[in-house]
């Protein structure tokens, strides 16, 4: 949502922001994120799906355009995995869990 909201702050301004304000600091961000995925967009043009010299880096020419295109995608998809990582690490701490007579007891 935020980035979202960066990209519609960043095209209905009218005048640019103050020198050194968080404002302009946020425009700048999205400049340099539009600029690199112009640039993905161009170089995944250059690169030919059925060349086969050029086959064995489509797939990462096509992972950073996706990121440069979606960057909230990586770190929400990085944020999710590190989450189920400390919950199946905490329920590990706990040991093994029984069930006696319907009720769930941990060792």
């Not at 295109?69 to 999710?80: D, I």
């Amino acid at each position: 949502m935020g980035w979202a909201r960066a990209n519609v702050y960043y095209d209905t301004l009218s005048i640019p922001p103050p020198p050194r304000s968080l404002q302009e600091a946020l425009c700048m961000l999205v400049h340099r994120y539009r600029q690199q995925q112009r640039f993905h967009e161009t170089l995944l043009s250059t690169v030919q799906a059925g060349d086969p010299e050029t086959k064995k880096y489509y797939g990462e020419v096509l992972e950073g355009y996706r990121q440069a295109m979606f960057p909230y995608v990586h770190r929400t998809r990085e944020e999710e995995r590190d989450k189920t990582r400390k919950a199946l690490e905490a329920a590990f701490m706990k040991g093994p869990i029984s069930v006696r007579d319907g009720r769930i007891e941990n060792g």
